[in-house]
């Protein structure tokens, strides 16, 4: 059974920094496209970054430069460094796994991240 754990969500101040983790078993990772997507209340899950097998990372337009995701895929776990958090921010951050031919695409169950002073 797939399963992607997301694990370092917390209460954190403006300015602060976060790392989440997002553990990935029952899958073959590095043939997986890796994504984190993250949805405040009343609002549509969005886009925060991605990362291919080989590392390139694409970021939304409000995370470039501050948030940076990476991936080891010897230990099957994507990241989500997050520095300089700001209030909006806040919201439940997931991590997908995504692949094309055949397509296949998992979600995690969640990590909350409040940036709150």
């Known amino acids: 059974q797939v399963q992607l754990v997301e694990s370092g969500g917390d209460l954190v101040q403006p300015g602060g920094s976060l790392r989440l983790s997002c553990a990935a078993s029952?899958?073959?990772?590095?043939?997986?496209?890796m994504g984190w997507y993250r949805q405040a209340p009343g609002k549509q899950r969005e886009l925060v970054a991605t990362i291919t097998s080989g590392g390139t990372a694409i970021y939304t337009d409000f995370v470039k430069g501050r948030f940076t995701i990476s991936r080891d895929n010897a230990k099957n776990t994507v990241y989500l460094q997050m520095n300089s958090l700001k209030p909006e921010d806040t919201a439940v951050y997931y991590c997908?796994?995504?692949?094309?031919?055949?397509?296949?695409?998992?979600w995690g169950q969640g990590t909350q991240v409040t940036v709150s002073p």
């Open positions: 029952a899958i073959t990772f590095s043939m997986y496209l």
């Open positions: 997908n796994a995504y692949r094309n031919v055949p397509t296949r695409a998992y």
